[in-house]
């Protein structure tokens, strides 16, 4: 009778064992899940592509990077990851490209388009084929 007991508790204690080893695993891939998702960056406000302003502001949150840039200019985010920059608009078409990295190399990149139509030539309705173009 005694081999009984011996043999249960060698099941007990491997399976203490085994629920602990994934009870640590889970938590390592839960702790990882950043790294493993790679840069981001959000933007908190999507601007209309036609802007009647020069300047405009671009404003974010990014997780997870080492550095960003905006159109190959670094620019700087708070301990939080939350960035803030003014964009000055060409005349017609400008094209905005945010890029973050991580320590790893890996990157994302946000690509935003502005057309930049002064005041004064927004008062009038644009058409094409004698439809009004829509603002976007």
Known sequence: MSPQPFAFRRVVRGSVVLIGALFVL???IFQARFLIIGPQIILTAE?????????ITLTGQTNNISHLQLNGRNIFTDPQGAFSTTVTLQNGYTQVTLQAADRYGRTTTVTREFVY?????????PTLNGQPIPHS
């Open 26 to 28: 889970v938590y390592i």
């Open 47 to 55: 601007l209309p592509m036609r802007q009647n302003e020069r300047q």
């Open 117 to 125: 139509v002064p005041m004064n030539f927004m008062t009038t309705t």
